[in-house]
């Protein structure tokens, strides 16, 4: 492989902004939508494809299928950053991106890749040019980069997309509220005159932000954690539903202070595990169905996963983006107790759910995307 723009490389990142930024501030901006995936850079040199993730490790062997369609659909020689994702189609609703279908696809045995390939097979969208041929874009400005990535992936209707972009704050704002329910995360807005930055975070990012009360379940030790200084890794949290605790995620962003202050307030709560609701899971050692607290994964595989029952008396009030499923995609933040609420009242209910979007008629936009 010989190209301008050579392995590894670090994708350009974003900051947060809390709000769609004013273009007129930044010089002007680009608009696209925020997609829920693997950050993927695909290299290209006729018939030899590399994947890489955001930490340049090789993704090549999980996506067969995306190689495949690489060498018959993306230019002869290119190098191009974009989102690697998994769209299905439930029963009774339109296509949204899967993360948890997507997770699977990291997979030591071939055999099951092959078979997942098959399965769920991925895509790529393109929202960034690095090279093209001989030349490389990395120090031209994005309103250049992009002006050659759309001629270069003209007439693309999958797997290989090309992201629809908008410079009009207002239609930014229309994205952010309906792309949400396709499964999207949010708007990204990238500097129309800003160069290609590996692992700056030179683009900002707008994520939907929300909240909800929890039930205080169990926790984990941080990892820096001894007999001497005991400090809180995370906090366990659960949602109920038809009368179960379902376990919904973690918080875990704490100062060490906080994290020894945890630890101690929460020890009159330890309970033994078979009289937590989550001790009937005892039985799964190795195998994790239902991302069951305290079980490994292909993820997870060598981590101290143990965690400590508490009984579910204590209610928190935590900061989230979107669910994933009946999880939170994400790790939640913690905001406050909440001594008013009572635990079995916490329920999925109080979840704002989006209205559902059609993801292809996001895909099927046509270069430039102004709609």
Request: hydrophobic content about 35%; proline content about 9%; some cysteine.
């Amino acid at each position: 492989m010989d190209l301008p723009v050579m392995p590894p490389v670090r994708p350009m990142l974003a900051k947060p902004v809390k709000t769609i930024p004013d273009p007129a501030k930044h010089g002007g901006l680009s608009f696209e939508p925020k997609w829920d995936g693997f950050r993927c850079i695909v290299f290209k040199d006729g018939d030899e494809v590399e994947l890489a993730s955001r930490n340049t490790k090789p993704l090549t062997r999980y996506f067969p299928e995306v190689v495949a369609a690489a060498r018959e659909q993306l230019p002869e020689r290119c190098v191009l950053d974009g989102e690697l994702f998994v769209a299905l189609t439930r029963p009774g609703s339109d296509p949204r991106l899967e993360f948890e279908v997507l997770q699977e696809r990291i997979h030591p045995a071939a055999s099951r890749i092959e078979m997942l390939a098959e399965k769920t097979p991925a895509s790529f969208v393109a929202f960034d040019l690095l090279a093209l041929g001989d030349t490389s874009y990395v120090d031209r400005p994005f309103a250049e980069r992009r002006a050659a990535l759309e001629q270069a992936l003209a007439g693309l209707d999958g797997p290989c997309h090309l992201t629809r972009t908008t410079t009009d704050p207002v239609e930014a704002e229309r994205w952010f509220e309906q792309f949400e329910g396709a499964g999207l995360d949010g708007v990204i807005a990238k500097p129309l005159e800003a160069t290609y930055q590996p692992n700056a975070r030179t683009m900002m990012k707008i994520k939907h932000s929300r909240t909800a009360d929890v039930v205080l379940a169990g926790y984990r030790e941080h990892k820096t954690s001894t007999p001497e200084n005991p400090l809180l890794g995370s906090l366990l949290l659960g949602l109920y539903a038809d009368g179960e605790l379902q376990h919904v995620g973690v918080s875990a962003s704490f100062t060490a202070v906080r994290r020894a202050e945890l630890m101690a307030e929460l020890q009159p709560l330890v309970c033994d595990i078979a009289e937590h609701p989550w001790g009937r899971w005892n039985e799964f050692l190795t195998a994790n169905p239902d991302r069951i607290p305290g079980t490994q994964s292909r993820w997870s595989a060598g981590k101290d996963l143990s965690f400590t029952p508490l009984r579910p008396e204590r209610v928190l009030e935590v900061g989230y983006d979107h669910m994933e499923g009946r999880r939170f995609r994400h790790t939640a933040q913690f905001k406050r107790w909440r001594p008013d609420r009572e635990p079995t009242s916490c329920g999925y209910d109080q979840l704002e759910e989006p209205v559902g979007y059609d993801l292809s008629r996001i895909l099927s936009t046509t270069p430039g995307g102004e709609s």
